[in-house]
């Protein structure tokens, strides 16, 4: 989260307005919830990296080859997926397999509304059909695999899933 700065609006006495209290009290409530949940933590051995885990988020159990783990939310049509994946297989490195990432995406008709990319990481968001996606990818530590979340959830739960994105963001993690 960026900091909000505010500076105090006065009337003639010096007495700061009651607009910046409600605001600074909404924008409080709004972001509270996602981020004081309990949180646990998904680590995956066979790739070496770790990430936040929402509560609420119920495991859907990790496939024969351990490479990640699907999560859901009861009652709610919320997904996450976390996975890690050699580079190099399907393309020649990282920033290829991002790109190849990206082109299914858009082919499976996401209209992509953010990308940012750089050699160690890349995160992409889309909108398709009242759906958001966002998928974040970053290299590890050994510079030829990769771990990656990917969260799927409607356009209503957007004010919700936003602060839990970012934390998720933050704490995809190598471990180096």
Not at 7 to 15: A, E, K, S
Not at 115 to 122: C, G, K, L
Request: glycine share 12%.
């Amino acid at each position: 989260m960026g900091a909000l700065f505010l500076l105090p609006i006065t009337d003639d006495t010096g007495r700061i307005h009651a607009m910046r209290t409600l605001f600074l009290a909404l924008f409080a409530l709004l972001t509270t919830p996602a981020l004081a949940q309990d949180w646990g933590s998904y680590a995956n051995p066979r790739f070496g990296f770790s990430i936040d885990i929402p509560e609420g988020f119920v495991g859907q159990g990790e496939p024969a080859n351990g490479d990640g783990q699907h999560f859901a939310v009861p009652g709610k049509a919320i997904a996450l997926s976390v996975w890690g994946g050699h580079s190099g297989i399907v393309t020649p490195d990282f920033e290829s397999d991002v790109a190849w990432r990206m082109e299914q995406d858009i082919e499976a008709g996401w209209n992509i509304t953010y990308q940012a990319t750089t050699p160690r990481w890349a995160s992409w968001s889309g909108l398709s059909g009242g759906q958001v996606v966002y998928q974040r990818m970053i290299l590890l530590c050994d510079g030829a695999s990769y771990a990656a979340f990917r969260a799927e959830y409607g356009q209503r739960d957007r004010i919700e899933m936003d602060a839990i994105v970012e934390r998720l963001v933050q704490s995809l993690k190598g471990d180096c």
